[in-house]
Structures are given as C-alpha cells and as structure tokens.
C-alpha cells in the first residue's frame, strides 16, 4: 500500500539518508532516557563483536573518530614538528587533533580513479621527517593499499586507516581498517553503521592496545542530554529525508533557498565552522555509552545487507548512465559506495537541472582541509579540489525501487546531454 502511494506521488529523491528505521529512532529517543550509559561489559562486548567483524584483534571504543586517532598518535610520541601525511579532504576535526599534537600536516593530492593518494606524489611528499600518514577512503572507493602500505612501510611510518566511509570495503578479501597499524571508524550520523556517533578504533598490537584501553577509561561519563540531543538529531535527519516530507516539505524548502541564493544549497549538509580552534573541546573526550553499544551490536548484523542494496544500485546505475568519469577503485578491490559520487564539468548547472526532475544532489560536506585560510598549512591539491567542487552525490542508497533508479539514470542522461 505504501510503495503504491509513493509511486502514485512520483516523490522526488533526497540526496542520502540515515541507516535506520525512523520508528528505531524514536524507540532509541525513548529508550535513551533511562538506559544505563556505563555497562562496561555491554561496551567490550560490542568492542569484540566490531574487532571480529572487521578482522582485527581488538576494538576500543571512544565518543569520536577524531579522539581515537587523537589517542593512536599521542601513545607515538612523535617529536614536536614531525610531518604527518593527510588526505586534502576530510572533516576538519582531524586536522584540529593532528595539529594540538604539534605534528605538522602535510597534504598529498589524490588520483580521482580511487579518491585516495597519488602513488607517484605520495612518493615525493615522504621525507625524512615524515613519521605517520592517514588514509582515507573517500565515499567507500578501495584504492590499491597493497602498493601504498609498502611504500609506508619502506618509510617506517605509523599507518592509520579512516575507513568511516569504507565499512566492509575489501582488497583482495581483507576488509579495510586491516591494513595499516590501526584502523578507525566513525560511526556517527548517516554512516552505514551509525550509533549516534562513535569511533571505533582496531588494530592487533598488544602493547598499544593495552595504553589506547587505558587512555579510554580517563575518558569522563557523558551527560545524558549529551546522547539524547545526537538521537534526536539524527531523527529529525531521518524525517526530512523520508520521501514523502522530503517531497512536500523539505525539498521545495531547498528549491526556495536556492532561488534565493544560486549555487548556495550545494553542499550535503551545510556549512562547517572553517576557523582555527584554539584549544580541543572538553565535549570530544567523553565515554562511548553502553546505549550506543547496545545498539551497535543489534545494527552490525543489517550492515552488509544494506551494503548489498547500495552496491547493486550503483552497478545499476553505472551501466545506465551514458558515460561519466566515475572514480573506478581498482579491480581486486570491493567498493562499497557510501556515497556514489560523479564529476561534473558544471556542478552548479547539473544539481539545478537534477533539481527541476525531482533529483536533490550535492557535493560533500567534508572539509577541504588542504586549503583552509585560517591554517597556516595548505597544500596543492588540484585534483581534490576538482572533487570537492565538481564532485555530485547520485542517490544510490537502499531503498531506492526500480522506478526510481531508472528515473535517477534517465535524469543524470539528461545533464549529460545538455
Ligand atoms: C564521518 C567521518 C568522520 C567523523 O569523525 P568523528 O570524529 O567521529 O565525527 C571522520 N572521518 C571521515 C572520513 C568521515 O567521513
């Protein structure tokens, strides 16, 4: 009956979504406001089941991606100055850690094919200097790490992988975060493993794990208005992009705002703060509750299957879109396509035509880190920047029905014959 009365609408299509059911959401809010939030054993257990899940020996817990990859570089004790390979785009709280910890970044640009480094201008960055480098994998393309990791290695540089956008991504069978010294993974709002925030740090190493484990118990219980405002965040998320508020509320909103002010509706989720911070907030270093473990170890299981759905759409649309300049990941590789992102010559043209056929897009929300004017580190990174500008969400998340994917395909055809 529902699918009917979708159909019947012709709802126009949100640019992403939140991996849950609206009704957990509001069963979640509910919840959250008697659940106990310290069950330390609630917590490993999670921790355990994520560590199998991805194939690592173990997981630790903490509020933030940022603060575990805060930890991971702190227990190094790399001397003051020491140069750290970073990725031009990511959220800017990573650059924020890197820089308290007195390492100085340095920005290597990325090959559009994989959206993660340039072999040959990863090779020319290293210098003597260089002591660590963090991967990323952008949108959930599987770049070839096998090449990378020997790089680093013949360097000697402590590898952490971000595989935020990369759960379940694979390279000849091995899952990511499995690659470098640790792995982590965010799992806050609109992820595909999504705990109303969360970072998830793995790795093998016992002597590190035992100092990340210890650093985690300093970390402070968090308020229980702290966890209520991230649900109710990600419930009313979920709301304005579920297809029938979205079509009769939230996108003619968005047609209005960017009437009012071309070109300015572009990114995912609006604006970031851009300057400089002065000192980490307190709000980062708080515990990762119980709850959020909780609902963690129910969610893992539903993960790969959304993946699945996700996957399929995109090779869908891939084969129904005339000729597009996709980033291809390489072929021992398992994209998993958080995000199905396409480059456009002319973005700002293609999300308003998109936007006329009842397709809402965007480019990333993710900060270009690499060229921030309130930093004093910047980098060159041309192709990042033609990513960060050009680059276009396709709708492609589960969920989507045949109808809809043909309409995606018929719409991007469209831009591409203008
Ligand atoms: C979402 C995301 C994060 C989020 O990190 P938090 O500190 O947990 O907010 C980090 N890295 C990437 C690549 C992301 O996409």
């Not at 995606?408 to 203008?418: G, P, R, T, Y």
């Amino acid at each position: 009956m529902v699918m009917k009365i979708k159909r019947f609408l012709n709802c126009s299509i949100p640019r992403g979504i939140v991996y849950h059911k609206i009704s957990s959401d509001i069963i979640a809010l509910f919840m959250s406001f008697f659940s106990r939030l310290d069950d330390r054993k609630t917590i490993k257990q999670f921790e355990n089941k994520f560590a199998e899940h991805i194939g690592r020996k173990y997981a630790i817990a903490f509020p933030f991606a940022r603060v575990a990859i805060y930890y991971a570089l702190k227990i190094k004790n790399l001397p003051a100055g020491s140069e750290i390979i970073m990725p031009p785009i990511t959220i800017k709280a990573i650059l924020d850690v890197v820089i308290d910890l007195g390492l100085h970044p340095v920005f290597v640009d990325i090959d559009l094919d994989t959206l993660s480094f340039d072999a040959q201008k990863l090779d020319q960055a290293i210098g003597e200097n260089t002591k660590a480098i963090l991967i990323t994998y952008l949108f959930g393309i599987v770049p070839d790490i096998e090449n990378m990791l020997s790089l680093c290695k013949k360097h000697n540089l402590f590898v952490i992988e971000d595989f935020s956008q990369c759960l379940n991504g694979k390279y000849k069978n091995k899952k990511m975060g499995c690659f470098g010294d640790i792995g982590v993974y965010s799992a806050s709002s609109i992820k595909t493993l999504d705990t109303y925030g969360g970072g998830l740090l793995v790795c093998d190493d016992d002597g590190m794990h035992q100092k990340l484990r210890y650093l985690q118990s300093t970390l402070e219980q968090p308020s229980r208005m702290y966890l209520i405002h991230k649900i109710l965040t990600d419930l009313i998320r979920n709301i304005a992009t579920s297809r029938i508020v979205f079509h009769f509320m939230v996108f003619p909103l968005i047609k209005i705002m960017s009437a009012l002010k071309p070109g300015g509706a572009i990114k995912h989720t609006g604006g970031r703060g851009q300057k400089m911070i002065k000192t980490l907030p307190q709000a980062w270093f708080k515990q990762y509750t119980s709850y959020q473990a909780k609902l963690g170890l129910k969610l893992l299981d539903s993960v790969e299957e959304s993946d699945r759905a996700r996957i399929n759409n995109v090779i869908y649309l891939k084969a129904n879109i005339s000729s597009l300049p996709f980033p291809r990941g390489k072929s021992a590789a398992n994209n998993v396509y958080w995000q199905f992102v396409a480059l456009f010559e002319n973005p700002i043209k293609a999300q308003e035509v998109m936007r006329k056929m009842g397709v809402d897009t965007s480019t990333t929300s993710l900060e270009m880190i690499s060229s921030l004017s309130d930093y004093s580190c910047q980098g060159d990174t041309p192709n990042a920047n033609y990513l960060y500008n050009n680059g276009l969400f396709i709708p492609s998340f589960p969920g989507l029905s045949m109808n809809d994917l043909k309409h995606i395909s018929n719409v991007v055809n469209a831009v591409l014959d203008k």
